[in-house]
């Protein structure tokens, strides 16, 4: 992973950022870790894009295609589930506990 920060992003990145974060999520030496096991997502936009940039920008959903929310509900009156019924009114359905979809096409926003 070291070699890579340092080839893309310099040694004060490496060292600043990624080392810290590294050795506190990781318990590990970047010196010694996989990028491809610890980030495959940046390993994989570096392999396919050649640019870490250029992988991410690409893998950016088109213009209008809807993505998948979060709401936040609290037990303050009733369940989560009859707080995010509440808040959601009937645009939406209650799928499971974890969960809820739109009526219209059918997406998951998590709850």
């Not at 959903?61 to 995010?84: D, E, I, Q, Y």
Request: proline residues 7%; positive net charge.
């Amino acid at each position: 992973m070291a070699s890579f920060v340092r080839r893309k992003f310099g040694d004060e990145l490496l060292d600043r950022l990624v080392a810290p974060f590294v050795s506190g999520v990781y318990a590990g030496d970047p010196e010694r870790l996989s990028l491809r096991a610890a980030f495959p997502t940046i390993h994989e936009f570096e392999a396919k894009h050649g640019s870490v940039l250029r992988g991410a920008i690409k893998s950016l959903p088109a213009k209008g295609t809807p993505r998948p929310g979060l709401l936040l509900v609290s037990r303050r009156n009733g369940s989560p589930a009859a707080g995010a019924q509440r808040r959601l009114g009937d645009r939406y359905k209650l799928k499971n506990c974890t969960g809820v979809t739109p009526r219209q096409d059918e997406r998951e926003v998590m709850v």
